[in-house]
């Protein structure tokens, strides 16, 4: 039997390019947690069977343990000497086993990830779920690659290198810095603020040691808009008609700024009525041909000329990345390396439609190299690979990939050359010029117009020569403040300032937009709201530090010795950690600072939101505050309950919760087919049944930062056995589409339906009835509850006039003939050897009662779990 070798890529999208491009595309794939593509060939010159697989993006994610994850029960300070723990990032996706056991009996791992430092993290996570670090006689080998197309594959195939462990390592000290120190503040300040406000509009209030710096810069020209004071200026533009030409004349001083100085200088202009020709200059100006596309430039242009935000861009050049349109789009050099293949990347473009005769012409003329830019000693320039059309890629990939291209055919182009003429002008003691412009080369600006030079015709003049002033104009101005910063100036900042990477630069912008720090306004210039400034002000007066981005360039350059091997992992983040400690201590001292802030721009809670149900702890009314984050504040109790966002909230028939009293609420979601649920304010934030895996309002990313705050348990995931809205008693069948159970909508009638409390499945039962329960009983067939359904008298399907009926969706044939499936693929009676899946609540829930304690309640029973 031949050796196998295991090859794993980032995505799979990749593994089959490398697949098809090595085997010729002669090659069986089976599926798995991602598709596995095997083929016979060579390698390193003897034949093996090999397998390509992929991961999707990091196989783990770094967290807290268990223990640190409870907001209330965990000092934020605590969180610096915290342990971290790596777990699967997508654990229902089931990377680590896939891998491990596809690397069974392969004595080589070729490593397709990413080639940037991210790339090299998972390198080592994958390295670490195959076992081969730890099991002698097998090979690890690293292949690097900046495009996926065969050339650049077979290259790479032929090139195999060691995973660069200093460049995983860097990695992982910025994942532990940063989740230490944005979780231990994001905390401190969520819990701090969002208990004091009605209007503060944000669940949580994050810190991050890149994200906060990026918000410093649009609050810093926020300031300086604000404090602008504008001064009034004048200038003097005499004008002039000469061989059909009237032309403007621009003052060599520019503008003053007294009103009365100007008019004495028109005046003095006026006296002489003429203008004397005492200087004529001609010169040759290059405008030279761009450098190579990096990261940060695409950013910059996607959002400035193509309206994309730096999000967007980056998904976009990803597609098209993984599709084999263009190179790897992650990079910092704008230098092509000496040995790159131009004539081969121009012949892929030659019969595009668009621009194919452009590339002809060079290709016949003779392309200039491209001017030598920057080799940051990572990727190439990001090139187009192949030729592509609107119709294949889509608008928006098109209009991206469009540029790439007009791009880097400008780089082959020649420079633009152009003459500049300038005509200066004396009268009256005061200087004054006009300018014209002639293009003798348009040069690269011929694929790329938006650069083209404007011609500017003026007429002929010889020096010396004296022309009539046909009128003189004062022009009134006043200064201008700048205006908010653009995405672009933004990510130029970021870049100046060492803030984020090329990767990163996008995620950082992203994140103050999406916690309501900053909106994107026309143009797409990012506009701070009151609570991004009320936030940077604080920072500013308790420890500037906290928010200039000086800090962050230290940690980077630290991060980028790590990567180089020049400095120890664990001795930078300890030194790093160490530092945020300290400030930390001091912020929470400070913190009174901010809050004066916070109290000049937000109203307390006491004085926001309309009475709305009991708290059942002092049974005092409690007002709910349907600004974002939504929630029920008691002023009694002085407590806070969040509740589920973006959707309707009113009170439940004044029923209540038979484990701790609070009056219970409907939520409805927005539109015809949304669902109606009931819950408990104090149940949904303090879920009080362990096991409880799927939280209603979680968010699936960064738990450590948005779980504990408004995610919790509504009726339909409640297990307890005898309250008759929980799962247990509204639950009628499984759910044909997921793990979840199927409800019964409490306040959908007159077009009663049912959903799952897990997904979007939807189900619609018998229109037109007066009422339709759950029953205590269950099916015998299926175990599916029996459901009882009082009819219409005019509408009645039963005979002789009757209306009630009484029987199971699955079983009855009746009432399976009344079902029908709104969202779903099938309502089946297949579905009947499920059970009522998590409904009967089997999956081992256990009560703690409150605070981690069973109570015994006699308004219940655990007898039938």
């Not at 010889?462 to 009539?468: A, C, L, R, Y």
């Not at 149900?613 to 929630?631: D, V």
């Not at 077009?751 to 018998?766: A, E």
């Amino acid at each position: 039997m031949a050796p196998k070798v295991l090859m794993v890529a980032e995505k799979p999208s990749i593994a089959l390019a490398i697949a098809s491009a090595l085997s010729g595309g002669r090659m069986s794939t089976r599926r798995g947690s991602t598709e596995v593509h095997e083929f016979d060939g060579m390698f390193l010159g003897f034949p093996v069977h090999y397998k390509v697989t992929s991961v999707i993006g990091h196989v783990f994610s770094v967290d807290f343990p268990a223990r640190f994850q409870d907001w209330n029960s965990t000092n934020p300070l605590d969180l610096f000497d915290a342990p971290i723990v790596k777990s699967e990032s997508t654990p229902k996706a089931h990377i680590c086993r896939h891998l491990s056991q596809e690397a069974r009996g392969c004595g080589h791992l070729v490593l397709w990830l990413d080639c940037d430092r991210e790339g090299e993290n998972i390198c080592f996570e994958v390295i670490e779920c195959t076992g081969f670090q730890s099991t002698p006689g097998k090979k690890v080998h690293r292949a690097r690659f900046s495009a996926v197309t065969e050339k650049d594959i077979l290259k790479a195939m032929n090139s195999l290198v060691e995973p660069n462990k200093n460049e995983a390592q860097a990695v992982d000290a910025r994942q532990e810095i940063d989740l230490k120190v944005g979780v231990a503040f994001t905390r401190f300040q969520t819990s701090y603020f969002n208990g004091k406000y009605g209007n503060l509009d944000s669940r949580v209030i994050s810190y991050g040691p890149c994200q906060t710096p990026t918000l410093g810069f649009c609050v810093r020209r926020h300031l300086q808009i604000n404090t602008f004071k504008p001064e009034k200026f004048w200038t003097l533009h005499p004008y002039i008609m000469y061989k059909g030409y009237e032309l403007k004349l621009d003052w060599q001083r520019h503008r003053l700024f007294d009103s009365d100085v100007t008019q004495m200088f028109r005046n003095f202009v006026k006296e002489d009525g003429f203008l004397k020709v005492i200087g004529i200059s001609e010169k040759q100006v290059s405008k030279g041909r761009p450098t190579g596309l990096n990261t940060v430039n695409l950013l910059k242009v996607a959002s400035s000329a193509l309206g994309f935000g730096p999000q967007l861009a980056m998904q976009l050049a990803e597609r098209l990345y993984t599709q084999g349109f263009i190179s790897y789009p992650r990079t910092e050099s704008t230098a092509y390396p000496a040995s790159f293949d131009y004539k081969g990347t121009l012949g892929a473009l030659a019969r595009n439609p668009v621009w194919g005769d452009y590339v002809q012409q060079l290709l016949s003329d003779g392309y200039h190299k491209p001017r030598s830019g920057t080799d940051a000693g990572d990727h190439p320039p990001i090139t187009p690979m192949s030729s592509a059309t609107e119709n294949i890629l889509g608008h928006d990939a098109w209009k991206l990939y469009q540029y790439i291209c007009q791009h880097f055919l400008g780089t082959l182009s020649p420079d633009c050359k152009y003459t500049r003429i300038k005509i200066e002008f004396e009268s009256g003691g005061e200087s004054f010029y006009c300018v014209g412009q002639h293009v003798l080369v348009k040069g690269f600006t011929s694929i790329m117009p938006w650069l083209a030079v404007t011609e500017i015709n003026i007429p002929q003049f010889t020096e010396g020569q004296k022309i009539d002033i046909s009128r003189i104009e004062v022009d009134e101005g006043s200064t201008q403040p700048p205006d908010y910063l653009s995405e672009s100036e933004l990510i130029s900042l970021m870049e100046e300032n060492g803030i984020g990477t090329d990767a990163s630069i996008p995620v950082h912008i992203n994140n103050i937009c999406e916690r309501n720090y900053v909106q994107v306004q026309a143009g797409r210039r990012l506009v701070p709201t009151a609570l991004g400034i009320s936030l940077i002000r604080g920072y500013q007066l308790i420890d500037p530090d906290l928010c200039l981005p000086d800090i962050r360039s230290f940690i980077e350059h630290q991060i980028a010795l790590v990567a180089k091997g020049q400095a120890d992992h664990s001795l930078v983040v300890e030194h790093v950690i160490e530092q945020f400690k300290r400030k930390f201590i001091y912020f929470v001292k400070q913190i009174e600072n901010m809050d004066a802030l916070f109290e000049a721009e937000f109203s307390p809670l006491s004085d926001s939101g309309r009475v709305l149900s009991k708290c059942g702890k002092c049974l005092r009314y409690m007002k709910h505050i349907p600004t974002q984050p939504s929630r029920l504040y008691c002023g009694t109790c002085e407590e806070i309950y969040y509740t589920p966002p973006k959707g309707t909230i009113k009170l439940y028939k004044e029923l209540t919760c038979p484990l701790d009293n609070f009056e219970l609420l409907i939520f409805s979601m927005p539109g015809p087919e949304g669902k109606s649920f009931p819950f408990c304010p104090y149940c949904y934030n303090n879920p009080p049944f362990e096991g409880i895996d799927n939280l209603f309002g979680a968010s699936k990313s960064s738990g450590s930062v948005k779980l504990g705050k408004g995610a919790g348990m509504p009726c339909f995931l409640c297990p307890h056995p005898t309250c008759q809205h929980s799962m247990i008693s509204q639950g009628v069948c499984a759910c044909p589409e997921c793990d979840g159970t199927l409800v019964l909508d409490p306040v959908s009638a007159p077009r009663w339906r049912l959903y799952c409390n897990m997904c979007n499945c939807l189900v619609s039962l018998p229109e037109g009835a007066h009422r339709i329960s759950t029953t205590r009983d269950h099916c015998p067939e299926c175990d599916s509850t029996i459901i009882e359904v009082d009819f219409n008298k005019k509408t009645t399907p039963l005979k002789d006039g009757a209306t009630l009926h009484i029987g199971c969706i699955l079983c009855d044939e009746l009432l399976y003939s009344l079902v029908e499936m709104k969202h779903g693929k099938s309502f089946s009676r297949k579905a009947r050897h499920r059970g009522r899946g998590r409904g009967r609540g089997r999956r081992g829930y256990s009560g703690r009662g409150r605070g981690g304690k069973k109570q015994h309640d006699p308004r219940m029973s655990f007898r039938d779990f």
